[in-house]
């Protein structure tokens, strides 16, 4: 509610994160946490290590319970929903640390999603259409525990879209992606987002690839909004530079 | 199309599916041919037939390991045999009845103990049914310890027979299009890793409270039948912790998650129980207790997992050299 909006989520919000709040055993890893992802936006969400990025997807994709403040999909509240209602709805995660299923081909992996998934017809294509979109065409047929990093990072996003999601959470999907594959998840995210209506959130660890491809970044410090807005407004913001200590942005 | 692809790699009908007819037609006859006392190890060797595979249609589709086992077995054997005591109905009737029971108890307990994972789901099974064992040598309306004993004008050793393996081949029928189901591919997700199922939208706790009423329906089942055959059924032999135990070291030694396997495991290891059963009382279970030793140690998988992972590996071994 808080905070400055940029005119794109204010239109027409898909995801509105209001005053998260979660502690764990002594510490608190967000702190009233805020904001607002707009139709077919893609919001970056960076932070140092530990800033809370991971526990807010937690958060929004139901494996983890707000300890208060709520997650309100398309007018619908749906905080502390199980994981598979909210996957249902339509919002779809991917793991930072990938978690396919080891002993299963590619192609049966991002086929069971798309079985279960939200429901709908798959509105980006077949499984194989997809291993195909994301690069593992060719390691279809591979079982996943068989992928390198970058592999299991590519899975991670073809199980997510063949879930038909509205919503996708991307988390650290292009650390252990070389820095073309990074460029690559760039654009790739970009044209999923115009051509199946898709909202992202974004998470990097690392600014400088997100600043190319997202419309606003919201900036994470010690479970606290530190700063929102364009990319190039954000990257000169005195508190940001100081959270990543000088040197990591640029 | 493709899912004919993915979930059965090639479909061989010859392969598929003779063997299991041919097997089901050999045991059919069998009565006719055999003596007695092979008929009535036939008879046996189908009830650990049926309990290892409903076993397995749980443990092995969930990786879920069921210390508690013995509950169903012993609840569908009760079912069975009160129902038919205070009602006037057929066996087959009085059976599924006792299958319901047990697996209506299975649903009953899965909301709480479904939600464990592990070691604490093992062990709250395992307590679970060493409950049941006490609540029945205590309660009046079980009969407390004395249990009861089936009427002479039951007595039919070739019906009880064909009883036995119709409940087995239902029950292999059953994991077998369980596994080529929708609630097969679920559960098969959830085994490999529930908190990714989950997040692909799998209801992992109503898919595994399923396959969990399943097994316990058939394990009451085969509990009914069998006892129908032993005519008595008192809490220690209908709670007997080592029907749980070897239900689950037929099924390892075989093979968890497989079809053929815990079939195989449960051969295996009653053929043993039945010549040292002979000789010496409780010696299979020493003879037991090193085969599964061996097993965990060189093949984890069981007897088939290891034949299915080694024709995988020749598969990819294939798919690389063409590509
Ligand atoms: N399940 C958990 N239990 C306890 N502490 C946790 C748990 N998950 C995360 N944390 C802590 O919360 C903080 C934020 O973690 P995380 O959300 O993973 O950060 P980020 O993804 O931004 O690197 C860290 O201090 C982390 O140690
Ligand atoms: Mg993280």
């Known amino acids: ?250 | 199309m493709l899912k004919g692809y993915l979930l059965v790699h090639k479909k061989n009908f010859v392969r598929d599916v003779v063997p299991w007819v041919g097997a089901l037609v050999v045991l059919a006859f069998a009565p006719y041919f055999v003596s007695a006392s092979l008929r009535s190890f036939l008879l046996f060797l189908l009830m650990w037939i049926a309990l290892s595979q409903s076993f397995n249609i749980f443990t092995g589709l969930t990786g879920y390991v069921n210390f508690g086992f013995v509950a169903f077995y012993g609840l569908g054997g009760y079912g069975m045999t009160m129902t038919l005591l205070s009602l006037n109905i057929p066996i087959y009737a009085a059976m599924v009845i006792g299958g319901v029971i047990s697996s209506l108890f299975a649903f009953a307990i899965s909301w709480p103990t479904l939600r464990l994972r592990g070691a604490y789901f093992a062990i709250a099974m395992l307590s679970l049914a060493q409950a049941l064992f006490v609540i029945f040598d205590n309660w009046n309306f079980v009969n407390s310890a004395t249990g009861y004993t089936i009427p002479v004008k039951y007595y039919d050793p070739v019906l009880q027979y064909y009883y036995m393996l119709a409940v087995a081949a239902v029950t292999v029928l059953c994991l077998y299009v369980i596994m080529n189901s929708r609630l097969g591919l679920a559960l098969k997700a959830i085994k490999q890793n529930e908190e990714t199922a989950v997040s692909i939208g799998i209801n992992a706790t109503f898919y595994k409270a399923v396959a969990f009423g399943i097994s316990a329906f058939f394990a009451g089942l085969a509990g009914g039948a069998a006892t129908w055959t032993i005519t008595i059924i008192d809490p220690p032999s209908a709670f007997d912790t080592t029907i749980t135990l070897t239900a689950i070291s037929m099924s390892m030694l075989g093979g968890l998650g497989t079809i053929a396997g815990p079939i195989i495991g449960a051969v295996i290891l009653y053929s043993i129980e039945h010549y040292f059963g002979l000789t010496l009382p409780y010696l299979h279970l020493i003879v037991f207790g090193i085969i599964i030793i061996v097993v965990v140690l060189l093949i984890p998988q069981g007897i088939m997992g290891e034949i299915i992972s080694r024709m995988k590996k020749s598969r990819r071994q294939e798919v690389g050299e063409e590509g």
């Open chain 1, 1 to 250: 509610m808080t905070g400055v909006v940029a005119d794109n989520a204010q239109r027409d919000t898909v995801l509105d994160v209001s005053l998260v709040r979660k502690n764990f055993a002594g510490l608190v890893a967000l702190d009233g946490v805020s904001l607002q992802l707009g139709r077919k936006e893609i919001l970056g969400l960076i932070g140092p290590n530990g800033a809370g990025k991971s526990t807010l997807f937690n958060i929004i994709a139901g494996t983890l319970k707000p300890t208060s403040g709520t997650v309100t999909f398309r007018g619908r509240n749906i905080t502390g929903l199980p994981p598979n209602r909210v996957c249902r709805l339509g919002i779809a995660r991917t793991y930072q640390i990938p978690k396919p299923f080891l002993d299963m081909t590619v192609l049966e992996n991002v086929y069971i999603a798309e079985s279960f998934g939200s429901g709908r017809d798959s509105k980006v294509g077949t499984p194989a259409e997809i291993c195909d979109l994301v690069g593992l065409k060719d390691k279809m047929h591979l079982e996943a525990g068989m992928l390198n990093v970058s592999g299991k990072k590519r899975l991670e996003v073809a199980r997510a879209l063949a879930t038909s999601p509205d919503v996708l959470l991307l988390d650290e999907i292009a650390a252990g992606m070389s820095p073309t594959e990074g460029e690559w998840a760039v654009r790739f995210m970009e044209k999923m987002s115009q051509s199946y209506d898709l909202s992202i959130i974004w998470v990097e660890h690392v600014m400088r690839l997100l600043m190319k491809g997202v419309h606003r970044v919201v900036v994470l410090d010690h479970g606290v909004k530190i700063a929102e807005g364009r990319p190039e407004e954000v990257v000169n913001d005195e508190k940001v530079q100081q959270a990543y200590l000088g040197g990591k942005l640029s």
